[in-house]
């Protein structure tokens, strides 16, 4: 190997031991976005009832595009059933009886900097028999995600989760 | 045949049984009312997800951005930038050194992120169980706007003894993720009705 090309591959060498360490500063939130207080949290449930009986979208769930979209725009009709909100505190998980008497089941994992959370979720049914064991979701306040699908009367339940604060 | 499972109702959903294997399946089928109607349920779905990416790569055109590209190298050419022309041997050499070092970097890089990867996303068995079974809803995040906006993200699911899907629905910059249960009921006597 000549002197060159042994500058070259020490040269190489140097930069991939170097950029990995690089790559992982310790991560340390800064004063001003410390991550916040748990409790300021919280998920708000809207609890849809989707059928195609023709009455379109209740103007008491607000501006919601996606359900325009499919699959959701292939039920005619959507019905506010229920919207409540719980707090999220770490350790101390949240349900809600769901109009099928199943229960979700909602919990604060984590408190993210830059207003975001991670959270889980899960559904139960009635016997503690588990339907949906486990789902976490890492969202910013204002976001939310949607758990839909389960069959209720004639149509589905679609459950939307958002992180308010 | 034992009852098929459902990775395989999906497989076979999809195509991408052995000729055999699928024959066993579907012979299975005709004789059963329940695992059909899964079938049936996972290639509405399919049918969806195909059509929503279809949807999505109709509004791209990547022709336009490749000829433009090209446009602009030729005009560069043509314009008198002799410099690749004329390069010297030394200079040469110094673009191959950089290109080098600048790889080694860029593999560096990657390697670090792999390394560094959130572990949960990679072991755990119930959100690798989702990605294997459903692949491609993912497929309308990698082909949205760039102006959309990153969504809250599921990390991890577990559906459990249920089949779960999961998508995103983009509505202008917002993009949500939907994981959609395949819910039989409690009495598992309805047909799944997301279509």
């Known amino acids: 190997m000549s002197v060159r090309a042994h500058r070259l591959v020490s040269t190489v060498a140097v930069f991939v031991l170097a950029v990995p360490a690089m790559a992982e500063p310790p991560i340390r939130p800064s004063s001003s976005e410390e991550a916040p207080k748990a409790a300021s949290f919280g998920a708000e449930v809207l609890v849809l009832h989707a059928t195609n009986a023709g009455k379109g979208i209740d103007p008491r769930i607000g501006r919601m595009p996606e359900l325009e979209k499919p699959p959701f725009s292939s039920y005619d009709s959507y019905v506010l059933l229920e919207k409540v909100r719980k707090s999220l505190v770490r350790g101390t998980p949240k349900t809600l009886e769901l109009p099928n008497k199943r229960v979700l089941r909602t919990e604060l994992l984590e408190v993210l900097p830059n207003d975001q959370v991670k959270l889980s979720a899960s559904i139960n049914k009635p016997g503690g028999k588990t339907f949906l064991p486990l789902l976490e979701v890492k969202a910013k306040v204002g976001q939310a995600f949607i758990v839909a699908g389960q069959k209720y009367e004639g149509g589905i339940l679609v459950l939307v989760i958002r992180v308010v604060k | 045949m034992t009852e098929p499972t459902p990775l395989e109702l999906m497989q076979y959903a999809d195509g991408e049984l052995s000729p055999e294997h699928a024959e066993r399946v579907a012979a299975f089928l005709e004789g059963s009312e329940k695992p059909r109607r899964r079938v049936d349920g996972i290639e509405q779905i399919g049918a969806f997800v195909r059509a929503s990416f279809e949807q999505r790569l109709g509004t791209l055109d990547v022709t336009a951005d490749v000829m433009a590209a090209i446009e602009g190298e030729s005009a560069r050419v043509g314009t008198g930038d002799s410099a690749a022309g004329s390069e010297s041997p030394s200079s040469s050499r110094r673009r191959a050194l950089w290109s080098l070092v600048v790889g080694g970097m860029a593999a560096a890089a990657a390697a670090s992120l792999w390394l560094t990867r959130p572990t949960e996303l990679i072991s755990s068995p119930s959100a690798s169980r989702t990605t294997a079974s459903a692949p491609q809803p993912q497929a309308p995040v ?29 509505a202008g910059v917002d993009v949500t993720p939907v994981v959609w249960l395949l819910d039989e009921g409690d009495e598992a006597s309805d047909r799944m009705e997301p279509l």
């Open chain 2, 142 to 170: 990698a082909a949205a706007d760039d102006e959309s906006e990153v969504g809250a993200s599921v990390e991890t699911l577990d559906p459990g003894p249920s089949e779960a899907t999961l998508f995103v629905v983009q």
